[in-house]
């Protein structure tokens, strides 16, 4: 193939979530044809897992400025600016309006899984004319065939969502997880307390961090009205302090009320805490789960709530050259500056395409993927990188590198812990709009209960 045949193809994106989609909004902006492909049925389908959750970040903070361009020209108004909405409102409102604006809908393709992505006719080991070869993506539909697509680069913006980190303390899934998760004891990562079995029921959540947080916080609310509600709360921190986050500091108003509230349920008995807990097993019984730790203690409930974190899904890129850190698993570059164990959002320095860029040239990894296994994500972040890796894509070396950012200090994200714990700094205080997950966790992932972080979803 000709560099200009090459330069024909489209850029693929993977993952329609809110960064895929700005991505896609930039890039047409820069006269790049984009190319979204998303697993789910829908754009935004990882949303709509926990669109049950409020994020702890205003509209103000979840908007990417080219994706408001393109709905403005179809007559959209944006929402109230500091509004908190729920997962199920930044779909509704605004990524179902923005793929279906007529620039995007016909360029996103649902139920369009990438399950491999490699260089068409090399393998991982061959170098020569490496740079110069498009990418072929293995695409995997939901009616069961497979197909391969051509681009000149790739952004993977496809979240950590469907990859939460495992509950044993040592990296690996506890012996008897597996069959707890099988025997529906153990949940997904961000449930409606409201909707689901935990009316009466003893439960435990797992997890230091704010999706953690906000789920003790929806089972206490729940166990007011709901008499036999009991909550427990594990974490393997030696104290609370973190999670408790930085109250008045916090210039994300919902993030720094979650920490107050938390540490009155926690004070006035509404939630048993266990800290230093480290899940060494877990034995299934009867409609209950037994729950071990390594210092000999045990807990026996009815359901078990993880809210340990994700890990991005590298195996669809084993045929790509990365480098990455070898701690959180993002970009090499990247790594350093948004360590959890020194790092939280609001201390994370700008970054864009010449941090993520990896040795195979044009391949970037952006929104919650490219933090890895770090929990500090926020929507923003994501915004900007997909701006500067479209800019760079173009060629246009200056806009790319004018990279700035300003995300909202707080006590909770800020590296350090004060011995005044009325100023502690959180633990994975951003989520991704993760989810969790993102932590809005969200995962981070992505913060639930009724005020979450912008969290870990697709893209």
């Given at each position: 193939m000709t560099a200009a045949s090459k330069e024909s193809l489209p850029v693929a994106v993977i993952g329609a979530g809110p960064v895929g989609l700005a991505a896609a909004a930039h890039l047409l902006e820069r006269g790049i044809e984009p190319l979204v492909l998303e697993a789910g049925s829908t754009a935004g389908a990882a949303i709509r897992e926990w669109?049950?959750?409020?994020?702890?970040?205003?509209?103000?903070?979840?908007?990417?400025?080219?994706?408001?361009?393109?709905?403005?020209s179809t007559g959209w108004r944006a929402p109230r600016p500091t509004a908190l909405p729920y997962g199920h409102e930044l779909v509704s409102d605004y990524l179902e309006p923005l793929a279906a604006t007529p620039q995007l809908r016909g360029r996103i393709r649902t139920g369009a899984r990438v399950v491999a992505v490699t260089r068409q006719g090399l393998d991982k080991g061959r170098s020569q004319g490496r740079d110069q070869a498009p990418f072929l993506l293995r695409v995997k539909h939901s009616n069961g065939e497979a197909a391969d697509?051509?681009?000149?680069?790739?952004?993977?913006?496809?979240?950590?969502?469907?990859?939460?980190?495992?509950?044993?303390?040592?990296?690996?899934?506890?012996?008897?997880?597996?069959?707890?998760?099988?025997?529906?004891?153990?949940?997904?990562?961000?449930?409606?307390?409201?909707?689901?079995?935990?009316?009466?029921?003893?439960?435990?959540?797992?997890?230091?961090?704010?999706?953690?947080?906000?789920?003790?916080?929806?089972?206490a609310r729940l166990a007011r009205t709901s008499p036999g509600t009991e909550v427990i709360w594990a974490m393997r921190a030696a104290a609370p302090e973190r999670a408790f986050g930085g109250g008045d500091a916090d210039q994300l108003p919902a993030r720094g009320q979650l920490g107050a509230r938390l540490r009155t349920a926690v004070d006035t008995g509404a939630v048993r805490l266990l800290t230093g807990f480290h899940t060494t097993g877990i034995h299934t019984g009867d409609g209950t789960v037994t729950v071990h730790a390594g210092d000999g203690r045990r807990v026996e409930v009815e359901r078990v709530i993880p809210a340990t974190g994700f890990r991005p899904d590298l195996s669809l890129l084993a045929e790509l050259r990365l480098d990455l850190d070898p701690a959180v698993e993002a970009p090499r570059a990247l790594g350093p500056l948004i360590d959890p164990d020194f790092h939280s959002?609001?201390?994370?320095?700008?970054?864009?395409?010449?941090?993520?860029?990896?040795?195979?040239?044009d391949f970037y990894l952006a929104g919650m993927k490219s933090y890895g296994r770090a929990p500090t994500f926020l929507m923003a972040t994501g915004y900007e990188q997909v701006r500067s890796i479209a800019a760079a894509l173009a060629g246009d070396t200056n806009a790319a590198e004018a990279v700035e950012l300003q995300l909202p200090e707080t006590g909770v994200c800020s590296t350090g812990i004060p011995a005044d714990d009325s100023a502690a700094t959180g633990d994975a205080c951003c989520g991704s709009p993760r989810p969790v997950p993102v932590s809005i966790g969200f995962a981070t992932g992505l913060e639930h209960g009724r005020t979450a972080g912008a969290a870990p979803l697709s893209g």
């Open positions: 669109g049950h959750v409020r994020v702890f970040s205003t509209w103000r903070y979840n908007l990417d400025a080219a994706a408001v361009r393109l709905l403005e697509v051509l681009a000149r680069a790739v952004i993977d913006a496809s979240g950590t969502w469907t990859t939460p980190a495992p509950l044993g303390s040592s990296g690996l899934p506890a012996p008897g997880e597996a069959e707890a998760r099988s025997a529906g004891l153990i949940t997904g990562p961000l449930p409606d307390v409201t909707a689901g079995s935990f009316a009466g029921r003893r439960t435990l959540v797992i997890g230091s961090g704010h999706s953690a947080a906000n789920m003790v916080l929806d089972l959002c609001g201390t994370v320095p700008p970054h864009g395409a010449g941090i993520l860029a990896q040795p195979e040239k």
